[in-house]
């Protein structure tokens, strides 16, 4: 019989709904069973396409004697990380405080207060290399919680007292200068793989935010080496087993320092941003892989993750089954050299295990590999290439398919919308705009309600019951800019400053200016979660600064410049420190030292020479620039206030820091200006 988790919207708490374990979700009745039972809470915190949260699913939460013991002792608690990521949060940061380190699943054991007194991740069903058992874990709390209560009681308040006292030092109330941001290139120079490009050891997670704080420093400063470290990152990347060298997008993060054997979950945000990366590389390198690369990322998320209702899914699975009815990590994309043949025929087998690297010991498990493009020299027949790998995707897809998770995150479906808008924009594919308006249409029409407030999930049109939290306004405001300047259309302007009002009001400390990741009116957790770092996506910090320094370059909203330069201040702290963990941050930081630009287009819309200038604009690799175009004095858009055509002819403006160049109806004179 299902459990409270059957009427959810997560598909990772409907996995669990037919568990034999009681669930709860994350709700205030959960705690209050808690207080009237006087039994502690049980909080499992997890996603849908982590491999090790299905692992002890199985393991311990579908076992009917686990679920006894747990259903007899326990209120038990399940959170999606992505529904809910303060919650996640707030106990991510007690478990690493604790234990010195974090990963999904957690567990997490609190009082009915939600005070956490006992932590771990994984555990598993018998005791294992050091670990205990899952059943000797939750016998040793019920022992606790039933003989030294008053003991626990003390622990739980020194943590919650402990986490409070972590209030995080706002930093510098100056702006980060060319000091910090050349500090910040040295301390990434310091981390660097120049054997196989990308940051420190395994694992290794594609580092999205600072190759793109690499690509604005080289644009500002003709920094070269930064350059390169973006440019062979990304290669190394696009040639390794991270990519998906059949059906394109990345995988979450490679096992190995060489990007050879990847965690195979694909995320909506990495290939968001990767998309994004690959573009903004080709736009200032002319490079092909990246031009490939970016578009092949993009179609992927448009073919594998858009929705019925037009947003973007969340994300695929890991694991698949094998064929042979048992779920395996990695088996929709591994190959043997049987396997190959089997497709090919012996010669083009041939051919393809030499092109993308698949050998008889095999790179992965069981003597199975994963495609890579091991070589960057040599010539090879691309015909003959192209046909093998439209043989080998047609089947792979007769394979039992990884699984999805159809919940629309707000923040991730705002960053694919300005990685589709760009791309689509850069490229000429329109199929690939409407994409990203199909994507911000859905935002606005479920997401946010009648007072510009976001939602943070929604699933089959169903919008979920959790609040939003600063990094969905900051990327869905992201996402919107981004169409603004591709577009034209000044409705994406207006609700981004919906938008980015409520970041000022709701999430911004009115003293210090800093900034908090849930509302100031959100559900009290047992502290209030602010972390400016940014780790797989940019933080709700990062993101507002650099969302409203846009929207500010934009309209000249003086509150949203103000706010954007105060929230910088953690970068001069962090940047020099802990560059890879502050990526976004830096490249705001970039689009502040620049200006950031402000490129008005005007003349009509059908005319070449303005869509010729439009693209120049769009195609300026200054950092953090901002795009307006439409008709001569059009009200569409604030930049085109007072803006009159030259000669009668399509014009540009370019201005910076209050001062404007002299207008131009020369597309390479806009290029010149808008370049170092």
């Given at each position: 019989?299902?459990?409270?988790?059957?009427?959810?919207?997560?598909p990772y708490?409907?996995?669990h709904?037919?568990?034999?374990?009681?669930?709860w979700?994350?709700?205030?009745?959960a705690?209050?069973e808690?207080?009237?039972?006087g039994?502690p809470?049980l909080l499992?915190?997890?996603?849908s396409?982590?491999?090790?949260?299905?692992?002890?699913?199985?393991?311990?939460?579908?076992?009917?004697?686990?679920?006894?013991?747990?259903n007899?002792?326990f209120?038990s608690?399940?959170?999606?990380?992505e529904?809910?990521?303060?919650?996640?949060?707030?106990?991510?940061?007690?478990?690493?405080?604790?234990?010195?380190?974090?990963?999904?699943?957690?567990?997490?054991?609190?009082?009915p207060?939600?005070?956490?007194?006992?932590?771990?991740?994984?555990?598993p069903p018998?005791?294992?290399?050091?670990m205990?058992?899952?059943r000797?874990?939750?016998?040793?709390?019920?022992?606790?919680?039933?003989d030294?209560?008053?003991?626990?009681?003390?622990?739980?308040?020194?943590?919650?007292?402990?986490?409070?006292?972590?209030?995080?030092?706002?930093?510098?109330?100056?702006?980060?200068?060319?000091?910090?941001?050349?500090?910040?290139?040295?301390?990434?120079?310091?981390?660097?793989?120049a054997?196989?490009g990308?940051?420190?050891?395994a694992?290794?997670?594609?580092?999205?935010?600072?190759?793109?704080?690499?690509?604005?420093?080289?644009?500002r400063?003709?920094?070269?080496?930064?350059?390169q470290?973006?440019?062979?990152?990304c290669?190394?990347m696009?040639?390794?087993?991270?990519?998906?060298?059949l059906?394109?997008?990345?995988?979450r993060?490679?096992v190995?320092?060489?990007?050879v054997v990847p965690?195979?979950?694909?995320?909506?945000?990495?290939?968001?941003?990767?998309?994004?990366?690959?573009?903004h590389?080709?736009?200032?390198?002319?490079?092909?892989l990246?031009r490939?690369?970016?578009?092949e990322?993009?179609?992927?998320?448009?073919?594998?993750?858009?929705?019925?209702?037009?947003?973007?899914a969340?994300?695929?699975?890991?694991d698949?089954?094998?064929?042979n009815?048992?779920h395996?990590e990695?088996?929709?994309?591994?190959?043997?050299?049987?396997?190959?043949?089997?497709?090919l025929?012996?010669?083009d087998a041939e051919?393809?295990?030499?092109?993308?690297?698949?050998?008889?010991?095999?790179?992965?498990?069981?003597?199975?590999?994963?495609?890579q493009?091991?070589?960057?020299?040599?010539?090879?027949?691309?015909?003959?290439?192209?046909s093998?790998r439209?043989?080998?995707?047609?089947?792979?897809?007769?394979r039992?398919?990884?699984?999805?998770?159809?919940?629309v995150?707000?923040a991730?479906?705002?960053?694919?919308?300005?990685?589709?808008?760009?791309t689509?924009?850069?490229?000429?594919?329109?199929?690939?705009?409407?994409a990203a308006?199909?994507?911000?249409?859905?935002?606005?029409?479920?997401?946010?309600?009648e007072h510009?407030?976001l939602a943070?999930?929604?699933?089959?049109?169903?919008?979920?019951?959790?609040?939003?939290?600063?990094?969905?306004?900051a990327?869905?405001?992201?996402?919107?800019?981004?169409?603004?300047?591709?577009?034209?259309?000044?409705?994406?302007?207006?609700?981004?400053?919906f938008?980015l009002?409520?970041?000022?009001?709701?999430?911004t400390?009115?003293?210090?200016?800093?900034?908090?990741?849930?509302?100031?009116?959100?559900?009290?957790?047992?502290?209030?979660p602010?972390?400016?770092t940014d780790?797989?996506?940019?933080?709700?910090?990062?993101?507002?600064a650099g969302?409203?320094?846009?929207?500010?370059?934009?309209?000249g909203?003086?509150?949203?410049?103000?706010?954007a330069?105060?929230?910088?201040g953690?970068v001069?702290?962090l940047g020099?420190r802990?560059p890879?963990?502050i990526?976004?941050g830096l490249?705001?930081?970039?689009?502040?030292?620049?200006?950031?630009?402000?490129v008005?287009?005007?003349?009509?819309?059908?005319?070449?020479?303005?869509?010729?200038?439009?693209?120049a604009?769009?195609?300026?690799?200054?950092?953090?620039a901002v795009?307006?175009?439409?008709?001569?004095?059009?009200?569409?858009?604030?930049?085109?206030?007072?803006?009159?055509l030259?000669?009668?002819?399509?014009?540009a403006?370019?201005?910076?820091?209050?001062t404007?160049?002299?207008?131009?109806t020369?597309?390479?004179?806009?290029?010149?200006?808008?370049?170092?």
């Open positions: 019989m299902p459990n409270r988790l059957a009427h959810e919207t997560s708490l409907l996995q709904a037919d568990n034999p374990v009681d669930w979700p994350w709700s205030a009745d705690f209050e808690a207080r009237k039972s039994k809470v499992s915190v997890g996603y396409s982590c491999h090790w949260c299905h692992v002890m699913a199985h393991e311990s939460f579908e076992d009917q004697e686990t679920a006894d013991y747990l007899a002792h209120v608690v399940k959170v999606d990380r529904e809910r990521p303060d919650v996640d949060a707030v106990y991510m940061e007690a478990v690493q405080a604790a234990t010195g380190q974090g990963g999904w699943p957690m567990t997490v054991f609190l009082t207060d939600a005070e956490p007194f006992y932590f771990g991740t994984y555990f018998v005791p294992r290399q050091g205990p058992s899952f000797q874990v939750l016998e040793g709390v019920h022992s606790a919680w039933t030294r209560r008053d003991e626990v009681a003390e622990v739980a308040e020194k943590i919650v007292r402990d986490l409070a006292g972590r209030e995080i030092a706002f930093g510098d109330t100056q702006v980060p200068g060319e000091e910090d941001l050349a500090g910040a290139l040295l301390g990434l120079t310091r981390d660097y793989d054997g196989h990308g940051f420190g050891g694992p290794k997670f594609p580092p999205s935010m600072a190759i793109e704080f690499l690509l604005r420093h080289h644009a400063t003709g920094a070269e080496g930064a350059l470290m973006a440019a062979d990152t290669e190394r696009a040639r390794g087993g991270i990519y998906d060298q059906g394109g997008g990345f995988a993060y490679s190995d320092r060489e990007w965690h195979f979950e694909k995320m909506l945000y990495d290939n968001a941003l990767l998309c994004r990366v690959y573009a590389l080709w736009r200032a390198t002319g490079s092909d990246a490939r690369v970016a578009l990322t993009a179609d992927f998320m448009v073919r594998e993750l858009r929705t019925n209702e037009g947003g973007f969340s994300a695929l699975d890991a698949s089954d094998d064929g009815g048992k395996v990695g088996a929709y994309y591994v190959w043997t050299p049987g396997q190959l043949r089997e497709v025929g012996e010669q051919l393809a295990a030499d092109h993308f690297g698949v050998t008889e010991e095999g790179t992965f498990e069981e003597g199975a590999s994963v495609l493009l091991p070589q960057s020299e040599g010539v090879f027949d691309a015909e003959r290439i192209a093998i439209a043989r080998l995707l047609e089947a792979r897809g007769e039992p398919a990884p699984g999805r998770d159809d919940k995150v707000a991730w479906n705002g960053l694919a919308v300005a990685a589709l808008a760009e689509g924009a850069y490229f000429d594919r329109p199929d690939l705009i409407e308006l199909g994507a911000a249409d859905l935002l606005v029409r479920l997401h946010l309600d510009a407030r943070r999930t929604s699933k089959d049109g169903r919008v979920g019951a959790n609040a939003g939290v600063l990094e969905d306004y990327d869905v405001s992201e996402g919107f800019l981004a169409l603004a300047s591709v577009t034209g259309e000044g409705v994406w302007l207006e609700f981004a400053g938008l009002d409520h970041v000022l009001v709701q999430f400390d009115e003293e210090s200016g800093t900034l908090y990741d849930t509302a100031a009116d959100a559900e009290k957790l047992i502290r209030r602010q972390d400016p780790n797989a996506t940019p933080s709700g910090w990062s993101a507002a969302a409203l320094l846009s929207y500010a370059a934009q309209t909203a003086e509150p949203h410049r103000a706010a330069e105060r929230a910088l953690v001069k702290a020099p802990a890879r963990f990526g976004w490249a705001t930081a970039e689009a502040l030292l620049d200006g950031p630009r402000e008005a287009v005007v003349g009509p819309a059908d005319d070449p020479a303005t869509k010729e200038l439009h693209r604009a769009l195609l300026a690799t200054a950092p953090g795009v307006a175009v439409g008709a001569p004095d059009s009200d569409e858009l604030p930049l085109l206030a007072e803006r009159l030259v000669s009668g002819e399509p014009t403006y370019v201005c910076r820091n209050f404007c160049d002299a207008p131009t020369d597309v390479d004179r806009l290029r010149e200006a808008l370049g170092r």
